[in-house]
């Protein structure tokens, strides 16, 4: 799928891809509806009304929206097809055309409270991009190890920018010092990721029209993806 032939979609008030309910998340046809051949680990980027992203969301709940009538516009050319029932009123089985992109309705974050990724070993070491921030080695995630650049003994604090990726070995030499009292400089500062970066690096499955707009989106100073 091609980033230059992206295009806004709007989708106006009062119509739907498909019937759905006020109280309820799908309509009977797509209670038990189907997707088309669903690539292996896709996620739909939900966008706010404004078009500020807020996280990844699987192909089910993206039908929710669909079927609620609650997708206020769209970007990029569908990417899925699902599958319902039979429309009792029409005779023909229900369809939706799920977009890479879909911006709800009614929903909004102020611009000033982006959240902060949690903290996890996962996160950090996909900021790390699974790297030893001291020999520089990679390795397979389960061998990797969370180290305090100041060590909590010392006052540090489990912060993202106070802790790196390390393998077992460098991190054992290293023990409860600093890594000016172990010898062992870093290579490369810690940071806390940005909502946008640490969306990009939570999900290893992302579309070219889902990047293209990720990117657009990053802080002008981000380490990793400027």
Same mark, same amino acid.
């Given at each position: 799928?091609?980033? /230059?032939?992206? &295009? ?25 509806? &189907?997707? %088309? ?14 078009? $500020?992203?807020?996280?990844? !969301? +699987?192909?089910?709940? %993206? &039908? ?7 997708? /206020? ?13 039979? *429309?009792?009123?029409?005779?023909? $089985? ?26 996890? @070993? ?14 520089? *080695? ?23 920018? *106070? ?7 460098? *991190?054992? $030499?290293?023990? @409860? ?6 010898? !062992?400089?870093?290579? /490369? ?12 690096? +939570? @999900? $290893? @499955?992302?579309?070219?029209?889902? !990047?293209?707009?990720?990117? +657009? ?10």
């Amino acid at each position: 799928m091609g980033t /230059a032939s992206a &295009t806004l979609r709007p989708v106006h008030a009062g119509t739907r891809s498909a019937p759905g309910h006020a109280d309820g998340c799908l309509s009977p046809e797509f209670l038990h509806g &189907t997707a %088309a051949s669903p690539p292996p680990g896709l996620r739909l980027l939900g966008l706010d009304a404004h078009g $500020r992203a807020l996280d990844w !969301m +699987s192909w089910q709940d %993206a &039908t929710c929206l669909y079927a609620r009538g609650a997708v /206020a516009w769209t970007l990029g050319e569908p990417c899925l097809e699902v599958h319902g029932g039979i *429309n009792r009123a029409s005779g023909q $089985r229900s369809v939706l055309h799920l977009h890479p992109i879909i911006a709800a309705r009614g929903h909004a974050r102020p611009h000033a409270l982006a959240p902060t990724p949690a903290l996890t @070993n996962p996160a950090l070491f996909a900021r790390d991009q699974s790297l030893c921030l001291y020999c520089g *080695n990679a390795y397979p995630r389960s061998t990797l190890t969370r180290d305090h650049v100041q060590p909590v003994s010392k006052g540090g604090r489990d912060i993202w920018e *106070n802790v790196v990726t390390a393998c077992y070995h460098c *991190n054992s $030499r290293k023990g @409860n010092r600093t890594p000016q009292q172990a010898g !062992m400089p870093l290579l /490369a500062v810690p940071y806390r990721p940005s909502w946008i970066e640490h969306l990009i690096l +939570s @999900n $290893r @499955n992302i579309l070219a029209d889902q !990047m293209a707009f990720l990117k +657009s989106q990053l802080p002008k100073k981000s380490p990793r993806f400027a």
